[in-house]
Nanobody
Framework: QVQLVESGGGLVQPGGSLRLSCAAS????????IGWFRQAPGKEREGVMT????????YSADFVKGRFTISRDSDKNTLYLQMDALKPEDTAVYYC????????????????????WGQGTQVTVSS
């Protein structure tokens, strides 16, 4: 059974940084696309950044604006999201998700097409 386990969330001040991790059972290259999503209270789940497993091409939502970086360590089967210059509006539960047949660019805009989800990790940006 595929498992995705996120970690690294927490409370950070505006302008601060956090690095989220997503440990995947099996190899991250087993998925067609993998990425990070978030859901704030009262809002729909939205894509943050996704990555093509074969080429490593990254896609990001407009609100990222170069503040976040997605990366992976194939040896550790782990996906990362480095978040810098965090803002209060980045407060949300962050999820890792993967697709076995949907391209990374499409997955970013349609999270419901993901096949597997982690349990989420809370990120709170507040002074």
């Amino acid at each position: 059974q595929v498992q995705l386990v996120e970690s690294g969330g927490g409370l950070v001040q505006p302008g601060g940084s956090l690095r989220l991790s997503c440990a995947a059972s099996g190899s991250t290259s087993d998925y067609y696309a993998i990425g990070w999503f978030r859901q704030a209270p009262g809002k729909e789940r939205e894509g943050v950044m996704t990555m093509s497993s074969s080429e490593g091409t990254a896609y990001s939502a407009d609100f990222v604006k170069g503040r976040f970086t997605i990366s992976r360590d194939s040896d550790k089967n782990t996906l990362y999201l480095q978040m810098d210059a965090l803002k209060p509006e980045d407060t949300a539960v962050y999820y890792c998700a993967a697709s076995t047949g949907v391209a990374a660019g499409l997955l970013l805009t349609l999270p419901k097409l993901a096949d597997y989800w982690g349990q989420g990790t809370q990120v709170t940006v507040s002074s």
